[in-house]
């Protein structure tokens, strides 16, 4: 008996026991941007002034972004994570990162497109194109993101150092990406970096202890010495950061080079890299200043406010990256939606799984909508077309508004379009399972550059003093073009005066954060958007707000199949 029963064990061993169907194929080939109707109508929108050219670039971007080859190394690049080496082989000090050559093809990418510190030398409409991107490319690696968004917005603050500028400003701008690590003069393109947030404190870089100390003055103006730390230091392989330190004169910016002009490397000490949830591909790392050699970039002591206009960018690139996750995880539960079949029919065709996904089709829209708004009114500012002020009142309303809210619903989004793909979702195999990639990503966004709360409280200060009339009024123009369209939009609009204009108290400032960020969304979807799309947001969000608990609350007569065919990636 026992040996006739291992005799058919054996014959069965390499014999299938089932057939592998009803799995959905990976996503690849489609294009990010041509693709992306919600993307392509807020662009068109925002920035009729941007050229064929730049549609054309955008298009080969989505092109490149979505195919397989550049998804491979995305997938290696997080999982070959980079490495430390702080000593050579016989004991030298070396600080340096070693990473997947993925990282670099993916840099070279990001770089080519002109997304880092290329905008600043194009003309109007250049900050959109760049906006447009950065949510395109995002799509395809978040991580490198990072070095891209620190380089895009330390860029300006250069020019308040002429001669850091006159030797840095053309390389930041090389649509190139130059990894070797050697002085500025001998490269052919530079990334730059930031360092604010130390163990004590971040979101209140007051409290920064590293020191500089005056050490003479050279070709880039007066020198400093930096002793002390960062706890969080990201892509330190950048050719120079931009880092806060207490100087005599207060806290002030300092520009800190990895490489001196006389081709020795600068005493910044990388101490290890952080183990972090998501964000793989991306170096974090934490350093110490010993002796650094660091030169001023601005007035001493007015390093706040110089850092701050720093992060108001980077603020807007956590906005514009978020919307890019949120279409790329859209477009995974789209896929695989359409393609598995459950109780004789694609989940997609199911009744309340449209609803999820219609509701998660809406809400990618606004945030790109919102986003894209914050990058219209930087383009603007930036290229003196603000005759009225009203984008300049906007830029400063707007950039924590959106980086609140937005990002804030980012893993909420995440979490329940990972749900789409049912357990498959949650499996990362080796990288493949890009859903759970997304969703470890997703918190990032949030906390950086500002935690939700440092952004509500960052919204009331806007409004302090004489700007909270003006801005009242300006968000009153900018809300006028829906106005009357739905009721409920009406009834927000209608409120949201009296709270701009010194009504709202600080524990309330998240509430008001959301408000601002959905009265403006519809607003948006109202003008560049079809009106199935302006009517669910509205009879969801602002007419039922208990429908931002969880998604798939639209209601039963919302048009689903024209969202939910509107923001199909192959459509
Ligand atoms: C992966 C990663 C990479 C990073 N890279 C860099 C980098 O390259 N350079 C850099 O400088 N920093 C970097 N950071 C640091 C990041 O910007 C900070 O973590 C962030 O600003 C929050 O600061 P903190 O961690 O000190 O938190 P804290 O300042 O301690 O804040 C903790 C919480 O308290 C809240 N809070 C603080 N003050 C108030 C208040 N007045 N009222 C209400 N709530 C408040 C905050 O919103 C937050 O929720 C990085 C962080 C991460 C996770």
Redesign the pocket.
Known sequence: MSSAFDTRLAADAGAPTHEVFNQSEPLAGANLFTGDAALRDALAFHAPAVGADALAGLAALGEEAGSAPLQAHARLANVHPPVLHTHDRVGRRVDEVEFHPSYGALMDRVTAHGLHGTPWADGPGGHLRRAAGFIVFTQLEPSVMCPVS?TYAATPALQANPALHADWAARVAARAYDARPLPVAAKRAVTL?????EKQ????VRANTTRAERDGEDAWGERFRLVGH?W????PQSDAHLVLAQAPGGLSCFFVPRWLPDGTRNAVQVQRL?D?LG?HANA?SEVEFRGAFGWRVGEEGRGVPQILAMGALTRMDCALGTAGLMRQALCLALHHTAQRQAFGKPVAGHPLMRNVLADLALESEAATALALRVARSVDRTEHGQDPTGHEALMRRLLTPVAKYWVCKRGSHFAQEAMECLGGNGYVEEGGHGVMARVYREMP?NS????????MA?DLLRSLQGPQGGPAAEALAAELAPARGAHAAFDRLADALPARLDGGTAEPDARALARDVALAVQAALLRQHAPDAVFTAFCDSRLARPESLAAFGSLPAAAPFDALVQRAHPTA
């Open positions: 620190m970096g930031m360092g604010m947030t404190g971040g979101s209140d960062k969080f230091f990201s892509a952080k972090k964000n974090s990032l906390i950086w550059e500002g935690a939700g709360t440092i409280l």
